[in-house]
Nanobody, 126 residues
Framework: QVQLVESGGGLVQAGGSLRLSCAAS????????MGWFRQAPGKERDFVALINWSGGSTYYADSVKGRFTISRDNAENTVYLQMNSLKPEDTAVYSCAAGKQLNLATRTSPYGYSYWGQGTQVTVSS
């Protein structure tokens, strides 16, 4: 089992940056792909970014490509989301998730992931 705890959210002006962290417990963290999702009020949970177990492969939603960077440190059991050039439409609760055996269909779906953190609020003011 994997327990996930996010941190690093907050209030930032448009054009600013934030770095989210997701700390994982358990010895099997390095065997999981890790994803970041976000959910704005009244909207569905949307895929943001994905990194494979080794950190050698990443994938991003078109809306954040070129602005966000996902990375991981398996020695520290932590995955990061560096968010630059933030926009008001990036405002949401951001959650990290752990999953295995993801494929093209499930890697961007919340249903493909087994473990979730509680989320951290990101608010971007205009």
């Amino acid at each position: 089992q994997v327990q996930l705890v996010e941190s690093g959210g907050g209030l930032v002006q448009a054009g600013g940056s934030l770095r989210l962290s997701c700390a994982a417990s358990g010895r099997t963290f390095s065997t999981y792909a890790m994803g970041w999702f976000r959910q704005a009020p009244g909207k569905e949970r949307d895929f943001v970014a994905l990194i494979n177990w080794s950190g050698g492969s990443t994938y991003y939603a078109d809306s954040v490509k070129g602005r966000f960077t996902i990375s991981r440190d398996n020695a520290e059991n932590t995955v990061y989301l560096q968010m630059n050039s933030l926009k008001p439409e990036d405002t949401a609760v951001y959650s990290c998730a752990a999953g295995k055996q993801l494929n093209l269909a499930t890697r961007t779906s919340p249903y493909g992931y087994s473990y979730w953190g509680q989320g951290t609020q990101v608010t971007v003011s205009s």
